[in-house]
């Protein structure tokens, strides 16, 4: 039994759960302070952008400061590119070339600035296609990378039309007059017509109107020859032309085939049928039939370079 | 009347240097609470009219964006009596009203409700020498009202013109480019007491706070509560406060007459803790909850259990009738309206043309007092609300925050316009520069 008895009420345990109540609503000064600073707009702008930003611009800085850390960070950065372009997925093993000669076929294939297989990253498709189509036999090229790692080409290749003769050699032209292959003599393709002269190439499709015009003397037709970038001359076999004017020169072609056929001009001794006045068509005899003239008329005949012969029995 | 030119005027600039802000609190510093709210002065008016908020009063050029009101300390009879506490009260309220406004406020206007008023009605007469009443005119006639000895330590915090008059036409209220020969004016100065006005002016400095304006609490709550037609009128508008009750009469829109009847709510509840034997904060939530004037019968029979923490069985067990309530309340009230009649008579509130009264305040809230003050004061009485403005909690609307409401509403229509002008050249010094400019200005 305790000497003093303890009448007070049993002191009550503090519950952890129930925060005391304060007794001051009241912030403190350095609180209030703070709440007000931290409500100026600038303030504010700054803590809450310009130090993380700061702080993250450091520790990157002082990071990279090193001049190992940002070989290694560029290594990596490049490492992982690498190993996500070789995937298995981006690989590219062959090529398939639709529409094309196998010479042509060839020559895309040694263009591919890579050995298959390569990445498709590696290929750069927009580059490869203008060089290809440089290539003057090719008129089109269409190039994709198919599912599957297929580079595809479908090529469309230029039709030749004509053969052009000119001063450096030979060249095989498509109906738009442009370039597909150079050839060394007319007897690689004696199918094509020829032609020939400066500018010729200009008027591919005049020339090959003429042609189609010519009908019945094709057999004769050795080819066309441009004269002065303006008009057509016909050349025959045995040495006969027609000439033809600037303009109209399939209608004034058809005349001198209506002329043929009436009266078989062509195949009398006519050197060249002169039709570049529409008005006013000339022949030009050969030498035989103005020999023939001479001789009937007395004078003097013409020696095969068209001057006149001396009399021999009067000089004799 | 220099110093009181250049005080009004250096008043004013602070305001409208404040407003230029855009973010402005309005700090009510009453006995039993303190109320704060953020004013944001955009200028556009944002009301809506879903608010129920029309373009009333055109006050519709701000809008509350933060309020808070906490329990009043450290207040006396609306003065302040322990700077700390009352300090505190301060930080908490602004510390609320910013949180929810979510802005920092710099300038506040605050107003005080005890200083013991004085109102002085002033006159002035000046002779017309162009025969029309220019604008220096205006400013002459304002500096010509001849201030009388306001007594040591008083600081004059409202000076408005009331009434101006030329030659007999009395009652203009822009007397400007009316023709006659004499204009005359009389002006409404209300004094309070200088030391009580420094105590608010250092409190609040020392929140990190400017003080941007200060009204008397009198002036504010009848702004806020008495509808347009009633300032226009005449009314006297009665603030039961906590400390204090403030009169305040309005004519034409002017307050012509202020005053503070030094007992308040707290004395009420005072007398019921004395007279129930119940503890301060007991006694004060019998008032609000139980109180009343008029008792019944049946307020007899309605027993209100007191409750208590002492220990004592038989004294926590306590229960009192509403009817003892109201038989201590009563006469404490009855008390306080019988002052507000002398004030009333002593301001000649009798020879009024319009005799309305507006009870506001939180002490209007008593159910019955409107019956008991008609008894006493006369009859037209009606219990006023302070206007709806915009932005305003619905919780805040009671006749409590009038003060606060009217803070907001003289914030934006502070009614001292008058001392714009420019003041007279005769005030300046004699060989001044300004003063031969301004004399140019006024004769050329």
């Known amino acids: ?165 000119h001063a450096r050699g030979i060249e095989i032209l498509d109906r738009t007059g442009h370039r597909v292959a150079s050839v060394t003599s007319r007897e690689v393709r004696p199918d094509l017509p020829l032609v020939a002269g400066e500018g010729a190439d200009l008027a591919t499709a005049e020339a090959l109107e003429l042609i189609d015009a010519a009908g019945p003397i094709l057999p004769r037709l050795r080819g066309l020859v441009r004269r002065g970038e303006r008009r057509w001359d016909v050349v025959l076999d045995h040495g006969q032309r027609i000439m033809l004017p600037e303009s109209n020169a399939v209608i004034a072609l058809e005349a001198a085939i209506a002329l043929h056929r009436a009266q078989d001009m062509l195949g009398r001794d006519i050197s060249a049928v002169d039709l570049r006045d529409p008005s006013r068509p000339l022949l030009r005899l050969g030498i035989d039939a103005r020999n023939t003239i001479r001789q009937a008329r007395g004078e003097p005949l013409l020696g095969p370079d068209g001057t006149i012969l001396e009399d021999e029995q009067k000089g004799g | 009347m220099t110093e009181l030119y250049q005080t009004q005027r250096a008043m004013r600039n602070i305001r409208r240097a404040a407003l230029q802000r855009g973010v402005i609190g309005i700090l009510d510093i009453g006995t039993s609470k303190i109320s704060c709210l953020v004013l944001k002065f955009d200028g556009t008016g944002t009301f809506r009219e879903t608010d129920g908020v029309g373009p009333m009063a055109g006050q519709a050029n701000f809008r509350v964006i933060g309020a808070a009101s906490t329990r009043s300390r450290g207040l006396r009879c609306g003065e302040i009596e322990t700077m700390a506490e009352t300090e505190r009260a301060i930080r908490t309220v602004v510390t609320a009203a910013q949180k929810v406004a979510g802005v920092r406020v710099d300038h506040v206007i605050a107003c005080l409700s005890g200083g013991r008023p004085a109102s002085y009605g002033l006159a002035g007469e000046i002779v017309l020498e162009s025969g029309k009443v220019a604008e220096h005119d205006v400013a002459s006639v304002l500096a010509a009202c001849d201030a009388p000895d306001f007594g040591r330590g008083r600081e004059v915090i409202h000076a408005q013109p009331v009434n101006f008059a030329v030659d007999n036409r009395s009652g203009l209220a822009d007397p400007r480019d009316h023709v006659g020969n004499r204009l005359a004016c009389d002006m409404h100065v209300l004094t309070v007491d200088g030391d009580v006005v420094a105590n608010v002016v250092q409190c609040i400095r020392r929140c990190d706070l400017e003080l941007a304006g200060i009204a008397s609490a009198s002036y504010a709550s009848a702004r806020a509560s008495l509808v347009e037609d009633e300032q226009e009128l005449g009314a006297a508008c009665i603030d039961f406060g906590g400390g204090g009750t403030a009169v305040s ?71 009192v009738s509403r009817a003892d309530i109201i038989g201590v309340m009563r006469p404490r009230i009855e008390e306080i309206l019988e002052n507000v009649r002398q004030v009333l008579d002593a301001a000649g509130f009798d020879f009024m043309p319009s005799q309305q009264i507006v009870l506001t305040g939180g002490g209007s809230q008593v159910p019955g ?76």
């Open chain 2, 369 to 444: 007092l409107d019956g008991l003050a008609a008894r006493i004061l006369g009859p037209n009485i009606r219990c006023g609300r302070p206007l709806r403005i915009d932005g305003l909690a619905h919780q805040l609307t009671d006749p409590s925050f009038s003060s606060a409401v009217g803070l907001a509403l003289f914030a934006a229509h502070p009614q001292d316009e008058w001392w714009d002008f420019e003041m007279p050249a005769e005030a300046y010094p004699a060989r001044s520069l300004r003063r031969a400019y301004r004399w140019f200005r006024n004769n050329w």
């Open chain 2, 249 to 319: 009469i309005f004519i034409k829109k002017h307050m012509i007459f202020a005053d503070n009847v030094r007992i308040g709510g707290n004395l009420v509840t005072q007398d019921i803790a004395q007279g129930l034997r119940v503890p301060l904060p007991v006694a004060e939530r019998l008032k609000t909850l139980n109180g009343g004037v008029e008792a019944t019968g049946r307020d007899d029979r309605e027993m209100i259990e007191v409750g208590g923490e002492t220990g004592d069985w038989e004294s926590d067990r306590r229960t």
């Open chain 1, 1 to 165: 039994m305790p000497v003093v008895i303890d009448h007070r009420p049993p002191r009550q345990p503090e519950r952890p759960g129930q925060p005391r109540p304060r007794r001051d609503p009241a912030p403190s000064r350095l609180k209030y302070r703070l709440q007000r600073m931290w409500l100026t707009p600038l303030y504010r702008r700054m803590v809450r952008v310009g130090v993380p930003a700061f702080l993250i611009a450091l520790t990157a800085g002082l990071w990279l400061s090193d001049a190992d850390r940002r070989g290694a960070l560029t290594g990596g950065v490049t490492a992982l590119v690498d190993r996500v372009q070789s995937r298995e997925e981006f690989q590219v093993r062959m090529m398939t070339v639709e529409g094309a000669s196998p010479v042509v076929d060839k020559a895309l294939r040694a263009m591919l600035p890579v050995d298959l297989p390569a990445s498709s990253f590696a290929i750069d498709l927009t580059a490869l296609r203008l060089q290809v189509i440089q290539l003057d036999v090719i008129e089109a090229i269409d190039l994709r990378i198919k599912p599957g790692g297929i580079l595809s080409a479908v090529v469309t290749e230029r039709q030749p039309a004509l053969l052009w003769r």
